[in-house]
């Protein structure tokens, strides 16, 4: 879409609303994001990309760290928002896990160009605020969900739960690691069925949780017994 749009009389020419085309500039700059990187995107790929001219995005946008963060802002505010109404309607710890995974698989589909943002640029906080918000924002919603049924374990004393609040952040970022991988993967391989692939990243997360709640360990290196020679 060009600059100006066609009007109601010959030759007539109409500007588009601001407000479209700030929406249009948003999606075009989201669809360059998720392909480039930031680091790669410059605003001239982003005009190009819209048929408009480098002067008109700037008078949207004062420059590429604001347009990214008004992109990211979008997609930060849509998928916490996703991710948190079905942590609330599931039952239970693995009906929590289960649902996030859902909601990502969800997105993952349905939003491609904002998938390939987060997934590029989720670990990178470097880059905008936002993107750290979403990371926290997982990192608690799975603490809650590891620690659901230890809150409410009347048995357990206080520095058993700190111990457990300890233990579940350091479990974090390697459940939100796996499920983004898992589902990144499947992507790249849609042979595989989605229901296969989900209930896999379930049971790899589910599973290696519940051994670890039992207190099952492996020895350090350092304890590991030597083999005989």
């Not at 407000?19 to 075009?28: D, I, K, S």
């Not at 190009?48 to 590429?64: G, N, T």
């Not at 589902?183 to 989605?194: C, F, G, K, N, Y």
């Given at each position: 879409?060009?600059?100006?749009?066609?009007?109601?009389?010959?030759?007539?020419?109409?500007?588009?609303?601001?407000?479209?085309?700030?929406?249009?500039?948003?999606?075009?700059?989201?669809?360059?994001?998720?392909?480039?990187?930031?680091?790669?995107?410059?605003?001239?790929?982003?005009?190009?990309?819209?048929?408009?001219?480098?002067?008109?995005?700037?008078?949207?946008?004062?420059?590429?760290?604001?347009?990214?963060?008004?992109?990211?802002?979008?997609?930060?505010?849509?998928?916490?928002?996703?991710?948190?109404?079905?942590?609330?309607?599931?039952?239970?710890?693995?009906?929590?896990?289960?649902?996030?995974?859902?909601?990502?698989?969800?997105?993952?589909?349905?939003?491609?160009?904002?998938?390939?943002?987060?997934?590029?640029?989720?670990?990178?906080?470097?880059?905008?605020?936002?993107?750290?918000?979403?990371?926290?924002?997982?990192?608690?919603?799975?603490?809650?969900?590891?620690?659901?049924?230890?809150?409410?374990?009347?048995?357990?004393?206080?520095?058993?739960?700190?111990?457990?609040?300890?233990r579940a952040r350091l479990l974090v970022p390697?459940?939100?690691?796996?499920?983004?991988?898992?589902?990144?993967?499947?992507?790249?391989?849609?042979?595989?069925?989605?229901?296969?692939?989900?209930?896999?990243?379930?049971?790899?997360?589910?599973?290696?949780?519940?051994?670890?709640?039992?207190?099952?360990?492996?020895?350090?290196?350092?304890?590991?017994?030597?083999?005989?020679?």
């Amino acid at each position: 879409m060009t600059d100006a749009a066609e009007g109601a009389g010959p030759g007539a020419r109409r500007r588009m609303p601001h407000a479209r085309r700030r929406e249009q500039l948003l999606q075009v700059a989201l669809a360059e994001f998720g392909r480039r990187g930031y680091h790669l995107t410059q605003m001239e790929h982003v005009a190009a990309a819209a048929q408009v001219s480098k002067a008109l995005l700037y008078q949207h946008f004062a420059s590429k760290e604001e347009l990214f963060a008004e992109v990211t802002e979008t997609i930060v505010a849509e998928l916490t928002g996703r991710l948190n109404a079905a942590v609330l309607a599931a039952h239970g710890s693995a009906g929590g896990i289960r649902a996030m995974i859902r909601v990502l698989f969800d997105y993952a589909t349905e939003e491609p160009d904002a998938w390939a943002l987060v997934v590029r640029h989720l670990d990178k906080p470097e880059v905008g605020l936002e993107l750290r918000e979403l990371r926290d924002r997982l990192g608690t919603a799975f603490a809650d969900l590891l620690l659901r049924r230890r809150r409410a374990d009347p048995r357990l004393s206080r520095a058993a739960l700190e111990v457990n609040e300890r233990r579940a952040r350091l479990l974090v970022p390697l459940m939100y690691g796996s499920m983004l991988s898992m589902v990144s993967w499947w992507l790249e391989h849609p042979d595989t069925p989605r229901e296969r692939a989900e209930q896999m990243a379930v049971e790899f997360i589910w599973l290696g949780l519940d051994r670890l709640r039992t207190g099952e360990r492996l020895p350090r290196a350092d304890e590991a017994p030597q083999a005989e020679g």
